[in-house]
DNA sequence: GAGCCCATGTAAGATGTTACATGATTTA
DNA sequence: TAAATCATGTAACATCTTACATGGGCTC
């Protein structure tokens, strides 16, 4: 973040809550921290900036950080856990009655599509605040991403109510759900 | 999973790691201690059971733990937590030049189709294993949603890599990447 | 008899969240 | 002037992973 320009730790914080959050969370707790540690290492730098009689600790990217982001980007792989308790709810639901089980994919399905429209206001906002400057395409490419998601989410959730409502003691529930068509494939 | 039926530490975490590993994963440091206080609170109870020699203990449900998990089945909503390096790295790779970009897009799409042929092998293996009983349904439904979610996950690479080569300095990299149909919706 | 699987457990450490403490400035 | 926001930081707590310790049984 500090290599897109200069920030406080309250400001990457601010960013941070708007954007990277949906995938990547951080906290007070870790950002003061850190930064720390990284001024200690030569990877960015500080300085106090007095605006009035509020201090605010200023951070640039230094060129060893530079270095290390461009290392770190070109790795290959890296973490992915995911905790999703709607799931695992969804797994042992066979414990409920029908009714109860459909509940839960309403429920799954409503909170995906509170996250989307969340996700459409940071779209809406970062639409405001980029216009005008060439801006970096890849955030909102992402942002793209945690839309489609989402909306592939409630499509699935929709198609599993659909199965699940028709169901009798007879029931295919396990067909794949969703048939996906990529623009090309449609020709 | 002790209300499916009872089974001993050992045998959670052999289950947990073949199925709700990949939306929630636990490891010995959680489940021992975890089952030691379900058992003072009274919600489950365990066995000694010796076969052969070694020692095994093995815990099942009891009324009061059924309760429980049925009225947390019943609480709407839950965790939800991601972590995608993958997705951080994208979200920075404006640093990058676009041929690292493109890199980093065919490594996801790589880990995405890794993880999917893990989940068709965990399919496999639990229609060998499950044939003939009546068995749990939604535990095979949330493994379709990994194989679906993972699925989807792999085409949206495959979109964004065609741009991406395809991409001069004139480019629309943010339309929706994915047209998602429904059967019920080509009708 | 070597290596792997069954089986239970803990200790140390890494990581991360929440709440609190502090205090200035801006806005309604 | 009260409330919100700017701003930095820490302490306590919760959580989770990794590595280790221990020991029996099975199979090549």
Redesign the pocket.
Known sequence: MLNMRPR???????FADSSTRFFW?????????E??RLEEQGLIS?AD?A????????YRIEPAGRTQLLAWLSTPGGVL?L?DEDLLKLFFADALEPAGALALVRGMRASAAERLARLEEVREHAAKAGAGRAPHRFPSLVLQYGLDLHAWVVSWCEEVEARLAAAGPDDALHTPALTLTTPAEEA
């Open positions: 406080s730790g309250y400001e990457i914080k601010q969370a951080a906290s007070y707790g870790q950002i003061y921290p930064l720390r500080g900036e605006n009035g009689d509020r201090r605010r600790r200023v856990e905790r």
